[in-house]
C-alpha cells in the first residue's frame, strides 16, 4: 500500500527551479492533520538533514541553508504538501523525502532525487 508519493525531482543547472510534490492520499488532512509534515533531504555520503517543515496550522519553517529559496505549503483538498526550491545551487543535491508526522504515525516516502548541475 503505497502511503506517501514524492515526485517532482530531475537535473536542473545552478540557479534554476524545481517544484516537488508530496501526496498522501491515505492520510487525512486537515486543520488538525497531520501535525507536521517535513521535508528531508540526503546528500551521498552525508547524513539526512530536515530541508522544510509546516505544520497543522500552515506554520513554515526552513533551515538556514535554504531560508528565502524554498518555499513549503501544502493543500489540505488535495492531500499534497509541495517545496518550491528556487535558486538551486550544486549543495542543493540530494534525495528528497516526505515525512509525514501525526501522533504515533510516521510515513515515509522513497524519495526523488534532485541534481544541480554547476
Known amino acids: 500500500q503505497v502511503q506517501v508519493v514524492e515526485s517532482g525531482g530531475g537535473l536542473v543547472q545552478a540557479g534554476g527551479s524545481l517544484r516537488l510534490s508530496c501526496v498522501a492520499p491515505?492520510?487525512?488532512?486537515?486543520?488538525?492533520?497531520?501535525?507536521?509534515v517535513n521535508w528531508y533531504r540526503q546528500a551521498p555520503g552525508e547524513q539526512r538533514e530536515l530541508v522544510a517543515s509546516?505544520?497543522?496550522?500552515?506554520?513554515?519553517s526552513y533551515a538556514d541553508a535554504v531560508k528565502g529559496r524554498f518555499t513549503i505549503s501544502r493543500n489540505n483538498s488535495r492531500k499534497t504538501v509541495y517545496l518550491q526550491m528556487n535558486s538551486l545551487k550544486s549543495d542543493d543535491t540530494g534525495h528528497y523525502y516526505c515525512?509525514?508526522?501525526?501522533?504515533?504515525?510516521?510515513?515515509w516516502g522513497q524519495g526523488t532525487q534532485v541534481t544541480v548541475s554547476s
Open positions: 515525512n509525514l508526522v501525526d501522533g504515533g504515525t510516521d510515513l
Open positions: 491515505r492520510m487525512i488532512f486537515s486543520v488538525y492533520s497531520p501535525k507536521t
Open positions: 509546516i505544520d497543522s496550522r500552515f506554520v513554515e
